[in-house]
């Protein structure tokens, strides 16, 4: 007996280790369901800090200006006052939101998030300082009704410490004025689309955490009720205008988004299918049938007049099919 034990302790092991190996695949093939699928190709190597936790610095280069967090009123206040003075005095300003975004390691800033409450925000989709771009006194006025989720964190927020799902539509139509006051308007789509309207917003008193849908505001509730712990004096403002709220474009979200389950391309049979040829080269009246077999023609067999035993064919060295006229 004290010989069996052991024998039979290895064998339910085995059984375990071959029951893991089993249902591991299904394991896998089920966290679609569980992940958000995340649509990183917009988002370059350096472009995913906006996915990861840190604290904001302290203090920035060359400037007097820090990010505002939240709950601070100045990030729900509105209207914010228009640009109308494009000076050097201006563009200084500007340069100073561009390094502090920067060294923030974000890829978008708006005014209210410095403690300025002007309808200014500065934001670069790239990793070129090419594309910086200084929006002032914008207004998007349209927007697709194709939407895309994706996870969106905030500077004001810490971003990670709170960072949820966000609908945001694919292409949006802007004008704006520039850092010289020249009047713009443009087409975006794709990521540059989505910094947009993320700035956007915080001109309006919206932040990301505003559209979450409730799973994802009952996640980081507890990262909400820190913020407002650490916030001292007594005017925090916690929920956006109502108006503005009202009006936010596209709608947020009513439920976590799960998207559907993905299939292996490569491991899905494909059914060849076969071409037609367009009717007389007009591409009318559909195709050819190709499935139709083909009549096979009996070949017609010439008799060689040199193996033949009548001395009518023996006449001339070609056949009597060659000499009739």
């Given at each position: 007996?004290?010989?069996?034990?052991?024998?039979?302790?290895?064998?339910?092991?085995?059984?375990?280790?071959?029951?893991?190996?089993?249902?591991?695949?299904?394991?896998?093939?089920?966290?679609?369901?569980?992940?958000?699928?995340?649509?990183i190709k917009n988002y370059s190597t350096s472009k995913q800090h906006n996915l990861?936790?840190?604290?904001?610095?302290?203090?920035?280069?060359?400037?007097?200006?820090?990010?505002?967090?939240?709950?601070?009123?100045?990030?729900?206040?509105?209207?914010?006052?228009?640009?109308?003075?494009?000076?050097?005095?201006?563009?200084?300003?500007?340069?100073?939101?561009?390094?502090?975004?920067?060294?923030?390691?974000?890829?978008?800033?708006?005014?209210?998030?410095?403690?300025?409450?002007?309808?200014?925000?500065?934001?670069?989709?790239?990793?070129?300082?090419?594309?910086?771009?200084?929006?002032?006194?914008?207004?998007?006025?349209?927007?697709?009704?194709?939407?895309?989720?994706?996870?969106?964190?905030?500077?004001?927020?810490?971003?990670?410490?709170?960072?949820?799902?966000?609908?945001?539509?694919?292409?949006?139509?802007?004008?704006?004025?520039?850092?010289?006051?020249?009047?713009?308007?443009?087409?975006?789509?794709?990521?540059?689309?989505?910094?947009?309207?993320?700035?956007?917003?915080?001109?309006?008193?919206?932040?990301?955490?505003?559209?979450?849908?409730?799973?994802?505001?009952?996640?980081?509730?507890?990262?909400?009720?820190?913020?407002?712990?650490?916030?001292?004096?007594?005017?925090?403002?916690?929920?956006?205008?109502?108006?503005?709220?009202?009006?936010?474009?596209?709608?947020?979200?009513?439920?976590?988004?799960?998207?559907?389950?993905?299939?292996?391309?490569?491991?899905?049979?494909?059914?060849?299918?076969?071409?037609?040829?367009?009717?007389?080269?007009?591409?009318?009246?559909?195709?050819?049938?190709?499935?139709?077999?083909?009549?096979?023609?009996?070949?017609?067999?010439?008799?060689?007049?040199?193996?033949?035993?009548?001395?009518?064919?023996?006449?001339?060295?070609?056949?009597?099919?060659?000499?009739?006229?």
């Open positions: 007996r004290t010989n069996i034990e052991p024998r039979s302790e290895t064998m339910v092991l085995h059984i375990r280790i071959q029951l893991i190996a089993l249902l591991a695949p299904v394991a896998e093939s089920l966290l679609p369901y569980q992940r958000l699928n995340v649509n990861q936790m840190r604290l904001n610095p302290s203090s920035f280069t060359d400037t007097d200006y820090t990010i505002t967090e939240f709950p601070r009123p100045a990030l729900r206040r509105v209207p914010n006052a228009p640009i109308v003075i494009f000076d050097d005095q201006f563009e200084a300003k500007t340069r100073e939101m561009l390094g502090v975004m920067y060294e923030a390691k974000g890829v978008g800033l708006a005014a209210p998030q410095i403690g300025l409450n002007e309808d200014v925000f500065v934001y670069n989709p790239s990793d070129s300082k090419d594309l910086e771009r200084v929006v002032c006194n914008p207004m998007i006025t349209k927007y697709s009704e194709e939407v895309i989720v994706e996870v969106e964190g905030c500077l004001s927020l810490r971003s990670d410490d709170c960072a949820g799902q966000v609908a945001r539509s694919t292409w949006i139509e802007a004008k704006y004025q520039n850092e010289l006051g020249q009047n713009v308007r443009r087409r975006l789509k794709g990521f540059e689309a989505r910094v947009f309207q993320h700035e956007y917003d915080h001109l309006k008193g919206i932040l990301c955490y505003d559209r979450f849908p409730p799973e994802d505001r009952e996640a980081v509730q507890k990262s909400i009720d820190s913020f407002l712990g650490l916030y001292p004096e007594d005017d925090a403002q916690i929920e956006p205008d109502a108006e503005e709220a009202k009006a936010m474009q596209p709608r947020p979200l009513s439920a976590k988004f799960m998207p559907p389950l993905q299939l292996d391309e490569a491991k899905v049979k494909k059914v060849p299918v076969k071409a037609t040829k367009p009717s007389r080269g007009f591409g009318m009246g559909g195709g050819k049938n190709t499935d139709k077999k083909k009549e096979k023609k009996e070949k017609v067999k010439v008799r060689n007049a040199f193996r033949s035993d009548n001395p009518k064919f023996k006449s001339s060295g070609k056949t009597a099919f060659a000499n009739r006229k």
